[in-house]
């Protein structure tokens, strides 16, 4: 199971989504996309990623929140 300093250091890499980046997610983690992004998603959230890379992951937590946004709107 990747820790969360190996998911924080594969999305500073890759930080856009692509087809690629899913091939990419499999090849290092040996895990599906969906979830290396459940994962990432938990990881965000603790204190140990946030003192790791704080910017990374202040912009990944508004990501999510922008995304969990969007999906409350369209289902609404």
Do not use: C, H
Not at 43 to 59: D, K
Request: proline share 7%; aromatic share 10%; hydrophobic share 40%.
């Amino acid at each position: 199971m990747p820790t969360t300093i190996d998911l924080l250091d594969f999305e500073e890499a890759w930080p856009r989504w692509s087809g690629r980046k899913d091939e990419a997610i499999r090849a290092r983690f040996e895990i599906p996309p969906a979830r290396y992004f459940q994962l990432l998603g938990r990881a965000i959230q603790t204190r140990e990623a946030l003192e790791a890379r704080p910017m990374l992951v202040n912009r990944l937590r508004r990501r999510w929140a922008s995304d969990s946004s969007s999906a409350q709107r369209r289902a609404g």
